[in-house]
C-alpha cells in the first residue's frame, strides 16, 4: 500500500518559516514576563502549573519533529516521558541528584529503547506503525507498573528535586519555571536548525516521496531512525522537567492518553511548524484546565472538540488562523 | 502443578475467545476500510454496559443478550454513520484524533449516564457452577460456555467470509479495495455492513463477559491495546490470523502471569523470581510482537504492509 | 474550587494572551482564621471511602463547631483518584489557599504525591488513611501525622492470626497492583507457615470461579485475601456459593462496612484484621457510632474514625498553643501529644508520627437494629509499633 501515513503538508518555506519563529519569539517573551506578572497578580502559583504547559510543549514539539516532518505517527510517546520522570526518581535514589547527570540518563535510556523499538516499528509503516508505537508504549507502561521498588502503580514521590552544579536553586518554583523556558527555547532552537539542515530536508522528502528519496540515495529507514531517536531524547528532556515540576512520578505519566494528548497538542497547533506545537501544548493544556472548570464533565467536551476538529477544521488552529487571514504569511 | 497449568490455559483461551472476537471486527475494519479505530474497545464497553441496562430491566440474562444485539447494530450504524463515514479518505491521523476524541467522549458518556460505580450482571443460573474435568480439578460452566459460544461465532465467520458473496468481497477488499469499487460494488454500504459487523462482534464480547468482569468505564482500553496486539501479530485484515493471535496473545499473558515467576526460580532465589517474574510477565505479550513482528513485519497472515 | 480553577485558567490565558486584561485576585486569607483542606477521593469507584472519611471529619467539626477555639474554614477537595491532579490540588490548597492543615487522602498513590508539595511548605499533612512505609521508615517528616496505621499492619495482624491458629497451609490471593503485592508480603511477615498457593487476580475481576476452584483442590487451611470494594463484594458472595465456607476466610479491607451493606449475610462470620470496630467498649467510641449513624444513617467504617480522630487531633492541638499558628514546632509537639480520646482506645504517635495502637480480629455481624458491622473478637496486638519506625531518625 502506498505510503500515506500522514496528510501530505507543503514543505515550509522560507517566509513561512520566518514567520513562524517570530511568532515563537512573541511566545518566548511572553512566557519570559508571565511570573512577574503573576507575582504582580498575586497568584505566584500559576508560575508551577505554566512550567508544566512548558514541559509539555517541550515534549509536544519533539513530537512534531517526527510527525510533522516525518510522517511516522508514533502513539507511543509518552513512554519517554516516563523514561524521563523515572530517571530522575531512580537516580535520586542512588543520590545522583544532579539535573544534567539525570537529563543524561534519560537520554541514553530513551536512545536506547527508540532505537531497538524504533527499528523494529519502522520496518512497518501506516496502520501497522501507530498500532506498534502504541504497544510498545504500553510495553513501558507495564513495565513500570510492576516495579515495586519504585512504587508501582501507586508512583514515587521525590524527595527534593534535582540540583544544578551541587546547588538547590530549582526548589524555587521560579527558577524552575526559568530553567525549563530556557530548555524550550535551546530545544526549540535545535529542532528548528535539525529541520532546516540536509536532514531535515532528506526527512521531509521521504515523507513527501520515499521512493524518489531512496533512488536518489538516502535510505529512508536510516534518516527515519535517526529522527525517532533524536525526537525520544527531546520528549524525555520534557520527561525530567516534569517530574521536578510534579515533585512526583508515576506510570500515569506513560499512559497510552497521554501519548494521544501529545499527538493532540502538535495537531492543535498545526503539524510540521514546531511553534504551532508549543502553542498547541499551552491551548490544549488550557483548554482541559478551562473546561475542567467548567464542567466535571470536561471530558466528553473536550472528546467532542476534537472530532468536530477533525472533521471540519483539518489543519489545526493554524489552519484556522489561516482561514481567517491571521497566518498570511503561511501561504 | 499439572492443575494449575490446565485451569491457566483454559482461563487463557477463555480470554483469547473474548479478544477474538474484538480483534475480528477490528481487522476487517482496519484491513477492508483502512481505518485506525481507536473507539473500538468503546463498542466492546457499550456492549456490557447495555447488557448491565437490559439485564436489569428484564431481570433475564437471556433476554438481555437478545436486546444487545439490536442495540449494537443501532450503536454501530450510529458511529459509521456519524463519524466513520467522514473519514474513510482522511490520513490515520485524522482518523486517530477523531477516534481518540470519541473515546473520550464515549468514555464521559458512560459516566454521565450509569454513575462511576462499576456494575455487574448476575450469571444465568444453568451455567452457575463447575464441572469437574480431571482429579480435583474443576472449571466453571459459564468459562466453558464462553469458549464454546466464541468458537461458534468464529466458526459462523468462517462460513461467513469464505461461503457467501459478502464474504468474498470481504476479502476481496482486504487485499485490494480498488478491486472492488471497480467491480461496481457500492462501497459505502459494504463498508457500513462490515464496520457494523465488527461492532456486533465487540458489543457480544462485551455483553458475554459483563457477569465475570466488572463494567466499568476503563474496560474498553485494557482489551482495545492487546486486540491491537493480536491484529499486528495475526496481519491486518486476517480473520484467521486474528483467531491464532487472541489464542497466542491470551495464553502468553495468562501463562506468563502465573509460570513466569515459577520458571524463573530455577536461576534466581525465590524473591528475587517473583519480582522479575512480575514484572516480565505483563511485557511478554509485547516481547512475543516484537519477535514476529522482526520476522514478519506484516504479522502471521497479513499481506499487506 | 470549581470557581478558583476557572480564574485559573482565564488569568492564566490573559497573562500570555494579554497580560492587561487580566483583572486582580482577592488577597490571601486573613489570619484568625484555622484552614484545614481536605483531600478525598469522592468520585470514581471507590467513592464511598472518601465520603465515610469526609463525614467522619465533618461529623466532629460539626460537634466543634470551632475547632481548637478558632473560626475555622474547611475546603473539600475531590482528587478522583488521580495522583498528577491530587498534586496540582494539594499545591494550590497550599500555596493559594493558604490552609494550615491538609487532611486526607484515601489511596497510598495520592498520598505519596501530596506529601513533598504540603510538608515542604510547613503546612501539617495528616493522613486518615494511607500510611505507606516509606513516610514510616526512612522518609518520615515532622510535617506529617498519620491517624489510621501502617498499610502492612492490618495484613499483619492475619498473619499473626493465622499463626496464633497454628495454620500450616494457607491460599493467599490479592489483586496484581501495588497495594495487593505489598498486602500479601505484610501476611508472610508475620506469618512463618507454608503457602499452599499464591494468586494475583486481575484489577477489576469479579469472577472468582477459577480461583475458587483451585483453592478447593489445595484445600489450605485457610485463606487470606485483599479484595477491596466491589471485587471483595463478589468474592464475598461467590466464597459461600462455591461451597468453600469451611475453610477459614481471612481478609483486610475487604469485609468491612463499605461492602457490607452490599453482601449482607454472605459475609457473616468472616473473619478481618483492624485496628477499630464499631462495638469496641469506650465511651468516645459510643458517642462516634451513635452520632454519626444518627446523621448519615449507615454504620461507619475505620475510615470515617480516623478521620473524625483527624478533626479531634488538630482541635486538641491548636487549642494547646492557644490558636497560634505561627510557632510551628509548638504546634507539631501538641500535634504528637495526641491528647484526645479516640474511639479506638488507647493512641499514641510513635517516633515517626505514625500510632501506636491496638489491632483486632474482627467479624462480620448483624446487629440488633439491623445493620451489618465488624466487631472485635479478639485483640491480637497490644500498642503495636510499625515495622519501618526504627528506620525513621526523627526526634
Known amino acids: 500500500m502506498s505510503d500515506v501515513t500522514t496528510a501530505p503538508r507543503a514543505a515550509p518555506r522560507a517566509p513561512a518559516m520566518a514567520m513562524r519563529v517570530k511568532v515563537a519569539l512573541i511566545l518566548f517573551a511572553l512566557f519570559a514576563v508571565l511570573p512577574p506578572v503573576a507575582v504582580a497578580l498575586g497568584d505566584p502559583f500559576m508560575v508551577l502549573i505554566a512550567t508544566r504547559i512548558l514541559a509539555y510543549a517541550i515534549a509536544a514539539m519533539a513530537l512534531d519533529l517526527i510527525l510533522g516532518f516525518g510522517a511516522m505517527v508514533s502513539f507511543g510517546h509518552a513512554a519517554y516521558l516516563g523514561f524521563g520522570t523515572y530517571a530522575v526518581a531512580i537516580l535520586s535514589s542512588y543520590g545522583v541528584n544532579d539535573l544534567l547527570l539525570q537529563m543524561l540518563g534519560a537520554v541514553v535510556v530513551s536512545a536506547a529503547f527508540a532505537l531497538v523499538t524504533g527499528a523494529i516499528s519502522l520496518r512497518t509503516r501506516g496502520v501497522y506503525f501507530i498500532m506498534i508505537t502504541l504497544a510498545f508504549g504500553q510495553m513501558a507502561f507495564f513495565f513500570f507498573i510492576s516495579l515495586s521498588a519504585y512504587g508501582g502503580d501507586d508512583g514515587y514521590g521525590l524527595s527534593s528535586r534535582s540540583t544544578i552544579f551541587g546547588s538547590d536553586v530549582l526548589e524555587n518554583d521560579m527558577t524552575l519555571y526559568y530553567v525549563t523556558l530556557g530548555f524550550l527555547i535551546a530545544l526549540f532552537a535545535a529542532c528548528h536548525r535539525i529541520v532546516g539542515s540536509r536532514f531535515g530536508r532528506v526527512l521531509t522528502g521521504i515523507r513527501e516521496n520515499r521512493e524518489r528519496m531512496e533512488a536518489v540515495g538516502f535510505p529512508p529507514f536510516r534518516y527515519q531512525l535517526t529522527a525517532f531517536v533524536i525526537s525520544a531524547c527531546i520528549t524525555s528532556l520534557a520527561g525530567v522537567l516534569l517530574a521536578n515540576q510534579a515533585e512526583f512520578v508515576s506510570p500515569a505519566f506513560m499512559s497510552w492518553h497521554r501519548s494521544g494528548e501529545l499527538i493532540v497538542m502538535v495537531v492543535f497547533g498545526g503539524i510540521g511548524t514546531l511553534t504551532g506545537a508549543i502553542g498547541g501544548a499551552v491551548v490544549a493544556l488550557l483548554l482541559e484546565e478551562w473546561l475542567g472548570a467548567l464542567t466535571h464533565h470536561w471530558p466528553l467536551l473536550f472528546g467532542l472538540i476534537l472530532v468536530l476538529m477533525v472533521l471540519f477544521s483539518p489543519r489545526g488552529i493554524t489552519g484556522l488562523l489561516e482561514r481567517t487571514g491571521l497566518w498570511r504569511a503561511r501561504k | ?305 | 474550587m470549581t470557581f478558583k480553577k476557572k480564574l485559573l485558567a482565564t488569568t492564566l490565558l490573559a497573562g500570555i494572551a494579554a497580560p492587561a486584561m487580566a483583572q486582580d485576585v482577592p488577597p490571601a486569607a486573613e489570619d484568625n482564621v484555622l484552614k484545614i483542606g481536605l483531600i478525598y477521593t469522592l468520585s470514581g469507584p471507590a467513592a464511598a471511602l472518601g465520603e465515610q472519611a469526609r463525614n467522619g471529619f465533618m461529623l466532629a467539626a460539626d460537634k466543634m463547631g470551632k475547632i481548637g477555639g478558632m473560626e475555622t474554614e474547611i475546603i473539600v477537595v475531590d482528587d478522583e483518584q488521580r495522583p498528577d491532579l491530587a498534586a496540582d490540588n494539594a499545591r494550590e490548597l497550599v500555596q493559594r489557599e493558604e490552609v494550615d492543615f491538609v487532611v486526607g487522602p484515601i489511596f497510598s498513590n495520592i498520598l505519596v504525591a501530596i506529601h513533598q508539595p504540603v510538608t515542604e511548605t510547613g503546612t501539617i499533612l495528616i493522613s486518615t488513611n494511607a500510611g505507606t512505609s516509606n513516610f514510616a521508615g526512612p522518609d518520615c517528616n515532622e510535617n506529617f501525622f498519620v491517624t489510621s496505621y501502617q498499610n502492612d499492619q492490618n495484613h499483619e495482624v492475619m498473619g499473626a492470626y493465622a499463626e496464633q491458629q497454628g495454620y500450616q497451609n494457607v491460599f493467599l490471593m490479592a489483586p496484581n497492583y501495588q497495594a495487593g503485592r505489598d498486602s500479601l508480603a505484610g501476611f508472610k511477615h508475620s506469618y512463618t507457615g507454608n503457602v499452599a498457593g499464591e494468586v494475583f487476580t486481575e484489577l477489576g475481576q469479579l469472577d472468582f470461579s477459577s480461583e475458587l476452584a483451585q483453592i478447593a483442590a489445595f484445600q489450605p487451611d485457610a485463606l487470606f485475601t485483599f479484595m477491596p470494594g466491589g471485587m471483595g463484594v463478589n468474592l464475598v458472595k461467590q466464597y459461600g456459593q462455591a461451597g468453600l465456607t469451611s475453610i477459614p476466610f481471612l481478609s483486610a479491607f475487604t469485609v468491612d462496612e463499605t461492602t457490607l451493606p452490599a453482601t449482607q449475610d454472605a459475609a457473616l462470620g468472616l473473619l478481618g484484621g483492624a485496628n477499630w470496630a464499631p462495638d469496641l467498649d469506650n465511651a468516645a467510641n459510643e458517642e462516634f457510632v451513635t452520632s454519626y449513624i444518627e446523621k448519615y444513617d449507615h454504620v461507619p467504617g475505620t475510615y470515617a474514625m480516623q478521620a473524625y480522630d483527624a478533626a479531634q487531633l488538630i482541635n486538641s492541638a491548636v487549642e494547646k498553643v492557644g490558636g497560634d499558628l505561627t510557632d510551628r514546632d509548638a504546634l507539631r509537639a501538641a500535634l504528637k501529644e495526641a491528647d484526645f480520646d479516640s474511639p479506638r482506645g488507647d493512641f499514641e504517635f510513635g517516633v515517626n508520627n505514625y500510632p501506636v495502637q491496638d489491632f483486632y480480629l474482627v467479624e462480620a455481624v448483624k446487629r440488633d437494629d439491623g445493620l451489618y458491622a465488624t466487631s472485635a473478637k479478639e485483640k491480637i496486638f497490644d500498642d503495636y509499633v510499625d515495622n519501618y519506625a526504627d528506620q525513621c531518625e526523627m526526634q
Not at chain 2, 490446565?6 to 471486527?25: E, K, R, T, Y
Not at chain 2, 473520550?104 to 462511576?116: H, L, P, Q, S, Y
Request: charged share 10%; net charge neutral.
Open chain 2, 1 to 305: 502443578m499439572t492443575n494449575l497449568l490446565v485451569l491457566q490455559l483454559l482461563n487463557g483461551v477463555q480470554l483469547g475467545i473474548i479478544l477474538f472476537l474484538i480483534a475480528a471486527g477490528l481487522t476487517l475494519v482496519f484491513g477492508i476500510m483502512d481505518v485506525v479505530n481507536l473507539a473500538h474497545g468503546v463498542l466492546y464497553m457499550a456492549g456490557a454496559y447495555l447488557m448491565a441496562t437490559f439485564a436489569a430491566a428484564t431481570g433475564s440474562f437471556w433476554w438481555a443478550l437478545l436486546l444487545v444485539l439490536p442495540g449494537a447494530v443501532v450503536v454501530g450504524l450510529l458511529l459509521e454513520v456519524v463519524v466513520i463515514r467522514r473519514l474513510y479518505d482522511r490520513s490515520h491521523l485524522d482518523q486517530v484524533l477523531a477516534t481518540f476524541g470519541l473515546v473520550m467522549m464515549a468514555n464521559e458518556t458512560v459516566k454521565i449516564i450509569w454513575g462511576t460505580s462499576p456494575l455487574s450482571v448476575p450469571m444465568p443460573d444453568i451455567f452457575s457452577g463447575s464441572v469437574p474435568l480431571m482429579g480435583p480439578l474443576q472449571y466453571p460452566v459459564y468459562r466453558i460456555a464462553i469458549i464454546v459460544a466464541g468458537l461458534a461465532v468464529a466458526g459462523g465467520l468462517y462460513l461467513l467470509v469464505n461461503h457467501t458473496r459478502i464474504g468474498m468481497l470481504l476479502r476481496a477488499g482486504a487485499t485490494n479495495r480498488a478491486m472492488v469499487s471497480a467491480l461496481g460494488v457500492d462501497i459505502g454500504k459494504l463498508f457500513a455492513i462490515v464496520f457494523t459487523l465488527g461492532a456486533v462482534l465487540a458489543c457480544f464480547a462485551g455483553a458475554i463477559v459483563a457477569p465475570i468482569l466488572s463494567v466499568d468505564t476503563g474496560m474498553g482500553e485494557s482489551v482495545l491495546i492487546l486486540t491491537f496486539v493480536v491484529v499486528v501479530i495475526g496481519g491486518i485484515g486476517s480473520i484467521k490470523g486474528a483467531f491464532l493471535g487472541a489464542v497466542l496473545v491470551a495464553v502468553v499473558d495468562t501463562l506468563g502471569g502465573v509460570f513466569g515467576p515459577i520458571l524463573l526460580r530455577s536461576v534466581l532465589d525465590a524473591s528475587a523470581a517473583g519480582q522479575a517474574g512480575r514484572t516480565l510477565a505483563p511485557m511478554l505479550v509485547y516481547i512475543l510482537m516484537a519477535a514476529i513482528l522482526f520476522a514478519k513485519p506484516t504479522g502471521l497472515f497479513g499481506g499487506r504492509g
